[in-house]
T-cell receptor
């Protein structure tokens, strides 16, 4: 079955540490996205990538970094510079047809301890 | 600045009745709109969409209405079922673009 896999589902990080969230898709989609969900704030775009080896900052990119070395993979690193990293992180991908919007992964809950 | 807004954070409806979820947008250039359904600790799943050339799209119990002059869309669920209890996000985009703009979500509770 085609889809997006995010891992891990739950992640705990100590303050001052960097942590990387994995996102893999086998849908052959060109575009991939990272969103953050906080209560009462909906989904906010962190970074997106429309092709391999290229990515763009979203609305809240500060304290995050990404890479897109392969079409299938778009990992997100939450750095120690991110002041409030505790959130639910969603990865999504998008094909050439807009009709069905994004396909989302099941998310990663990051908690800073 | 929030380009897509859902002003009701929560809604409770009796089973069998109609649920109406509302969404407003500010960018008149948006030409494609979607609704997503999200359960806790899961990613959103696509529910229904509508193009700006239409004012209504229906899929089973779900109907989306678009009022372009008011920059408003709504999702009607009838009859509502307990399994519909979830958070619903509306989203908008330009067909020529790749980025979707999401509302803040409405948590629907269907009471048995």
């Amino acid at each position: 079955d085609g889809g997006i896999t995010q891992s891990p589902k739950y992640l705990f990080r100590k303050e001052g540490q960097n942590v990387t969230l994995s996102c893999e898709q086998n849908l052959n989609h060109d575009a991939m996205y990272w969103y953050r969900q906080d209560p009462g704030q909906g989904l906010r775009l962190i970074y997106y990538s429309q092709i391999v080896n290229d990515f763009q900052k979203g609305d809240i990119a500060e304290g995050y970094s990404v890479s897109r070395e392969k079409k299938e993979s778009f990992p997100l690193t939450v750095t120690s510079a991110q002041k409030n990293p505790t959130a639910f992180y969603l990865c999504a991908s998008h094909g050439t047809r807009a009709n069905y919007g994004y396909t989302f992964g099941s998310g990663t809950r990051l908690t800073v301890v | 600045d929030q380009q897509v807004k859902q002003n009701s954070p929560s809604l409770s409806v009796q089973e069998g009745r109609i649920s109406i979820l509302n969404c407003d947008y500010t960018n008149s250039m948006f030409d494609y709109f979607l609704w997503y359904k999200k359960y806790p600790a899961e990613g959103p799943t696509f529910l229904i969409s509508i193009s700006s050339i239409k004012d209504k799209n229906e899929d089973g119990r779900f109907t989306v209405f678009l009022n372009k002059s008011a920059k408003h869309l709504s999702l009607h669920i009838v009859p509502s079922q307990p399994g519909d209890s979830a958070v619903y996000f509306c989203a908008a985009t330009l067909r020529t673009g790749n980025q979707f703009y999401f509302g803040t979500g409405t948590s629907l509770t269907v009471i048995p």
